[in-house]
């Protein structure tokens, strides 16, 4: 009810190839397009990945004269989006991840996404095969990042389907000693802020999750993320990060604005209002500016214009999809 994406990452050297240069084709004039650069890095310290996704959309559009579909994609392509690690050498994923953002000068945003029994078999099924593996992969994690400064989003989901219903008993003991020792091996890396995902302001209420929230670690991580891979306002968003924070510590929270600009899909079958929905739009740029300090960033954890799933017309999980890229731009406001 609650699945997520796992973003299906390309070979690491292919897309990490261009970094360094710019991933710019040619305009409708012949003219070489504008490259893709980093935000400012007072207001957003993320790196931008100036040969992702959207990037290559924006060349690939302006290769083809549609100038007004290639600016609109740029809306995306020059924000700074998580980078969700794949389950094939994640050493390696990582360490060329985490080494393009400190020669761009930035921090590496990163969403762990493996655990074994991931999404109840929905959309975004599968993870590690067990324990053993999960931990061995959290270990080459961890020595892909380095002391590099990098950002961890913890297992989107993973604390929620404890308490939801929709993970069978007999894993909840051995996912709360996964998560714990996830936040423990990937805090003794130097420089790595991590987040505890702890769901969103839709499902349910704080006092349902803080107690699973904090047997997952919580107290020795950064913080928590909520809104992950979502549509509800940054307002409810936060109103419900703080109701949580105010359980478990006052552990500060970032929040995923990636999709937000128009709220949560209210029509159509509820079990699947989360998956594709029409009519949503980009919410807040990334910024570590918030007004809020409990509030560390607004983030895009989710990757705008990468489907939820085989839904709604939609490619499987992960999968760019500029159709829909293209109206969360449209959508969006300012």
């Known amino acids: 009810m609650y699945g997520r994406f796992r973003a299906s990452v390309a070979a690491v050297g292919a897309v990490l190839v261009m970094v360094g240069c710019s991933s710019s084709g040619e305009g409708s004039d012949g003219t070489s397009s504008k490259p893709v650069s980093q935000q400012p890095k007072d207001k957003d310290p993320y790196w931008v990945n100036p040969a992702g996704k959207a990037a290559d959309q924006v060349a690939a559009y302006e290769r083809e004269g549609k100038d007004e579909e290639a600016e609109l994609i740029r809306r995306i392509a020059e924000q700074p989006t998580a980078n969700w690690v794949g389950p094939e050498d994640p050493e390696a994923e990582v360490r060329d991840i985490t080494r393009a953002a400190q020669e761009a000068d930035r921090d590496a945003l990163l969403v762990l996404y493996n655990i074994p029994h991931r999404d109840c078999g929905q959309y975004s099924g599968g993870g590690a095969a067990d324990a053993d593996a999960y931990r061995s992969w959290i270990d080459a994690v961890v020595k892909g990042i380095g002391d590099r400064p990098t950002t961890v989003v913890l297992e989107p989901d993973a604390v929620l389907h404890l308490v939801d219903g929709c993970t069978p008993q007999q894993f909840h003991e051995e996912r709360y000693q996964l ?4 936040v423990e091996k990937l805090k003794s890396a130097e420089g790595t802020k991590v987040y505890v995902d702890a769901g969103n302001a839709g499902w349910g209420k704080p006092e349902q999750i803080f107690e699973p ?41 970032v929040v995923d604005t990636s999709r937000n600009g128009n709220g949560p899909h209210a029509e159509g079958d509820p079990s699947e209002r989360w998956c594709n929905p029409p009519g949503r739009a980009l919410g807040e ?15 895009w954890i989710k990757r705008p214009g ?19 890229a293209l109206d969360l731009a449209r959508a969006a406001k300012g």
């Open 179 to 182: 998560l714990w020792g996830a």
């Open 213 to 253: 929230l904090k047997r997952a670690g919580v107290q020795i991580a950064d913080g928590f993320s909520v809104n992950v891979s979502n549509f509800y306002s940054t307002a409810d968003s936060v109103r419900y990060g703080k109701d949580l924070s105010a359980k478990v510590g006052g552990k500060p929270f």
């Open 285 to 299: 740029v990334p910024t570590t500016v918030t007004g809020d300090p409990q509030v560390h960033a607004f983030l």
């Open 306 to 324: 990468e489907s939820d799933g085989e839904c709604k017309g939609g490619p499987k999980a992960g999968d760019w999809w500029p159709e829909y």
